[in-house]
């Protein structure tokens, strides 16, 4: 949830908000921090291994169309 995300410091709340015309003042934007980024890298890499395995185990398409 974002609350868990914010409590764990991967994301907090954000000064920046769209043109008038497309924001809704009811909404809150968050951006990522420094240690939300390298955690989802850090994800990014686990699950980019889990594919690579996958596919090595003839488990997945090698991708494309």
């Given amino acids: 949830s974002i609350s868990l995300m914010v409590e764990e410091g991967f994301i907090e709340e954000s000064d920046w908000r769209p043109s008038p015309g497309l924001d809704d ?3 809150t934007y968050f951006r990522l921090t420094r240690r939300g980024r390298l955690a989802a890298s850090t994800e990014t ?9 996958a596919r090595a185990a003839g488990l997945a398409g090698q991708g494309g169309s």
């Fill in 25 to 27: 003042e009811r909404r």
């Fill in 45 to 53: 890499e686990r699950l980019a291994r889990l594919v690579a395995d």
